[in-house]
């Protein structure tokens, strides 16, 4: 194995593509700093949500999905990672340490990094042609392949899942420090975070779902017909920082991976904020079995859905730390 450093123009495209990463109200949580033989990823408690996300776990979530985005990046840039998580005992932020090992990239390491840019969260209503069970499978596959799992929730889980994100919804609603947040995050039109209101519909009270309620609601929405968007639940089968972490890379390949096949996606956490709630999906959805960590609406983008503004990220240089540590 030719362990080493890619020059610096390499690190810094992988960068480029790590920050696209899904975040908890785009706070783009993170930041990275280049050693001399390896990258580490940090937590930003500056960007913390202590209303919404009083455990970091939406945090320690959009972490895990930079580092998979980065990692993918990496690979198809040539250089693949060994990723030591939590790495040191003294500091819980730095949550990652990552080496670098020269390799040939596949096909499908390509076709990952290119869906990285293609990506968006999509909020609006999505179609009812059917999902192939094979598009399904492949998603739990590539999940159970980095430790979480995955469940399709239909039926009663079903019902139960949207009755406790409905709860959220209401309990949220009535919550003044939760809505300070969203407030001071959502309703955006030109910064480099939070979500633009370009990006959220305006409020559909009708549909069964309750999305979260960002301020503003620009976005067009085509489909006439009710939503028919499927759910997964992403769980762990244990609920520490780490696994965490790895439910946030799981996710990225999720996302990643649903945009492959031309699937739209949104993953979704209100439900998961109120930890009694939590443990109703844990119970009534995951069958007492895996920690949920977050839910996943995917399904078809109408035909007639125009292409979603992208939304904006903070540079490469403003998450990159100036100084180089010696490691
Ligand atoms: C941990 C996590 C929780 C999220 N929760 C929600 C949510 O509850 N509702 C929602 O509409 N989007 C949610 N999102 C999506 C983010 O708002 C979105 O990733 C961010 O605004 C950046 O936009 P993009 O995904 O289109 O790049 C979540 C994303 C992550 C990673």
Known sequence: MEHGMPDDATVRAALALAVRAPSVHNTQPWRWRIGDRTIHLYLDPTRALPATDPDQRDML??????????????TALGWSTIVHRLPDPEDPNHLAAIELVRNHPTPIDVALSEAITRRQTDRRRYGSWPIPPGHRGLL???????????????????????????????????????LFELTIWSGRHSTSDGVPTRNTPSPRPKDELPARKFAGGELVDTAEQPDAAQLLVLGTSADDRVSRLRAGEALSAVLLTATNIGLATCALTEALEIPELRRQVRVGVLDD??????????????????????????????VLDRFEIRR
């Open 289 to 318: 079995s895996a920690y949920p960590q977050v839910i996943v609406r995917f399904g078809w983008a109408p035909t007639s859905a125009p292409p979603l503004p992208e939304t904006p990220r903070r540079t490469v240089d403003e």
């Open 61 to 74: 979530l959009s972490c895990g999905a930079a580092l998979h985005h980065f990692s993918v990046a990496s």
């Open 140 to 178: 739990v596959e590539r999940a159970g392949a980095l430790g979480a799992i995955l469940r399709p929730v239909a039926d009663r889980a079903r019902d139960r899942l949207i009755e406790t994100t409905r709860a959220a919804a209401a309990q949220h609603a009535q919550d003044p420090e939760y």
